[in-house]
């Protein structure tokens, strides 16, 4: 099967046959999108065979769903670009700061909020950012994202990185990264020494939405990390027909602490043009998230928030009538 030799699938009569298919569910999926179809190789081992509702198939691979117009869905849901400081620094919240990193990510989340987010600048490098960041006392943590930070080029990434430990009053430097679930073994070696050594305090935010993305491979990556005194911690968007249930989410919780990383925020989806169908309610979430806090320790029970703009932090879900 000389497919299997590729690392990612991102055509999609490869991807089907590898899953095998049958005729009738291929007719479920959509040929065209606009947001390309990208599968790294450990994902599509890990998808179910000839199975149109498997977890990761769903996550991953575009339906013909997707093509729905809805009106409560938008380009552009979470109005990023309003908050830019310079076409790859965001800042929206008080102490924090974003930096879009790459645009490149190493799969394509059908729910991705930022599927349409133009990244385009003609310049290379962080020049302005890094002046910006140090000009900035305010700032003590950068967040880096895209995208996924992990899918810049090592080099470029190591010099970010020895840039932003060079920033006297940065205290923190957060990865938001999927990336990791697409290939456990991404981060090289000189990463891992450069979070021995700085004095700065790294978080790693894990995104990872259903058990299955887990295994015994990240396992390892995690553990490595941990060795480098690297704070582990998971984020997750609560999706329909993928992580709605109370099992499902309370598996991931329990599989993720033991991998190593605590449960941070379960997100609700942003409303990007076509993903309607991966909607949950409010109130289902805010249901399953009484079961999760009546069977596991208050440490395990990840902040059920939505992203609002211009609110002054991620906002959290309590009841039905907080918005
Ligand atoms: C989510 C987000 C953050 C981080 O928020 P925390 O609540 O600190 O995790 C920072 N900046 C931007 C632009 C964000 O979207
Ligand atoms: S990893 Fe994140 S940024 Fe990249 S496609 Fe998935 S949801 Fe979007």
Not at 209 to 235: A, I
Not at 299 to 306: F, G, R
Request: glycine share 4%; charged share 25%; aromatic share 10%.
């Amino acid at each position: 099967m000389p497919f299997l030799e590729k690392k990612t699938f991102t055509r999609l009569t490869p991807l089907l046959d590898f899953l095998e298919f049958s005729e009738q569910n291929r007719d479920l999926v959509w040929d065209r999108p606009k947001f390309p179809l990208m599968v790294p190789l450990r994902l599509a081992l890990k998808m179910e065979k000839n199975n149109p509702h498997c977890p990761l198939f769903l996550q991953f691979v575009p339906l013909k769903k997707e093509r729905l117009v809805d009106e409560n869905y938008s380009l552009e849901p979470v109005k990023d670009p309003i908050f830019r400081l310079t076409p790859k620094l965001l800042k929206k919240y008080e102490g924090r700061s974003l930096l879009l990193a790459t645009k490149a990510c190493a799969m394509h989340c059908r729910y991705c909020f930022r599927q349409n987010f133009s990244y385009e600048t003609s310049q290379k490098g962080f020049q302005n950012e890094i002046a910006l960041l140090q000009k900035n006392d305010t700032i003590h943590e950068v967040i880096l994202s895209g995208g996924d930070p992990l899918s810049l080029q090592s080099k470029d990434l190591l010099e970010l990185v020895g840039q932003l430990d060079a920033i006297e009053h940065l205290r923190i430097i957060r990865f938001h990264t999927r990336s990791l679930i697409a290939d456990p073994l991404i981060l090289k070696q000189e990463l891992f020494d450069f979070f021995l050594q700085t004095r700065k305090k790294i978080v790693f935010v894990v995104h990872v939405n259903h058990p299955k993305e887990l295994g015994e491979d990240l396992r390892v990556c995690f553990q490595k990390l941990k060795k480098c005194g690297v704070t582990l911690l998971s984020q997750s968007v609560l999706l329909k027909g993928i992580n709605d249930e109370a099992a499902i989410l309370k598996n991931l919780c329990l599989e993720l602490f033991d991998h190593g990383v605590l449960p941070y925020y379960l997100h609700q989806l942003d409303q990007v043009q076509g993903a309607a169908h991966f909607y949950v309610e409010r109130k289902t979430g805010l249901n399953l998230i009484e079961q999760i806090r009546s069977s596991l320790p208050g440490y395990l029970v990840p902040k059920y928030v939505e992203e609002i703009p211009k609110k002054t932090s991620k906002t959290p879900i309590f009841s039905l009538h907080a918005i």
